[in-house]
């Protein structure tokens, strides 16, 4: 018999409650509410496939608890730009072709603009540090850094701090 809990989160910007199991993960929880576009990739928090933004900050959400969401602010791959108004990273990953297979990229995409929202032009070792864990093993790594490249350099309107 698995007891259940209400908590609530907003979620994409929406306020939204949900019924949750002590063991359920965040992951499951949002796959399970239609959210598809957090991935399930190792289960144990190693390749960034299921990346969220809570409260700001990136976090696997394999190894998150539904229940650890409760009064946070939760952002997917489905909150972040529009069809139409992609957001900065996002489009310059199309026009670079930094996205093959694009089971990484939501996870990417959410590390990357945590990272940014924090620091909006990091050096080489910050950006390392906030990417760190997040894999890809179609590009090999040099469009989606082009990509970045391209989407600091727009944002902050000068020169990346950081060069390839």
Same mark, same amino acid.
């Given at each position: 018999?698995?007891?259940?809990?209400?908590?609530?989160?907003? &979620?994409?910007g929406?306020?939204?409650?949900?019924?949750?199991? $002590?063991?359920?993960?965040? &992951?499951?929880?949002?796959?399970?509410?239609?959210?598809?576009?957090?991935?399930?990739?190792?289960?144990?928090?190693?390749?960034g496939?299921?990346?969220?933004?809570?409260?700001?900050?990136?976090?696997?959400?394999?190894?998150?608890? $539904?229940?650890?969401?409760?009064?946070?602010?939760?952002?997917?791959?489905?909150?972040?730009?529009?069809?139409?108004?992609?957001?900065?990273?996002?489009?310059?990953?199309?026009?670079?072709?930094?996205?093959?297979?694009?089971?990484?990229?939501?996870?990417?995409?959410?590390?990357?603009?945590?990272?940014?929202?924090?620091?909006?032009?990091?050096?080489?070792?910050?950006? &390392?540090?906030?990417?760190?864990?997040?894999?890809?093993?179609?590009?090999?790594?040099?469009?989606?850094?082009? $990509?970045?490249?391209?989407?600091?350099?727009?944002?902050?309107?000068?020169?990346p701090?950081?060069?390839?």
């Amino acid at each position: 018999m698995s007891i259940e809990k209400t908590i609530r989160l907003t &979620l994409n910007g929406e306020a939204r409650e949900f019924d949750v199991t $002590a063991a359920e993960s965040l &992951l499951d929880l949002l796959r399970r509410s239609g959210l598809t576009g957090t991935k399930r990739g190792c289960e144990d928090g190693a390749c960034g496939s299921c990346t969220v933004i809570m409260d700001g900050l990136a976090v696997n959400s394999c190894i998150t608890f $539904a229940f650890q969401a409760h009064d946070r602010e939760v952002w997917t791959i489905e909150g972040i730009g529009e069809y139409g108004n992609p957001h900065p990273f996002q489009k310059a990953m199309v026009e670079r072709a930094g996205v093959q297979c694009g089971f990484c990229i939501p996870g990417i995409v959410l590390a990357v603009k945590a990272m940014l929202d924090e620091i909006p032009n990091p050096s080489g070792g910050e950006i &390392l540090e906030h990417l760190d864990g997040n894999y890809c093993r179609c590009t090999g790594y040099e469009k989606i850094e082009d $990509a970045l490249h391209e989407t600091i350099a727009e944002t902050v309107g000068e020169e990346p701090l950081w060069t390839r």
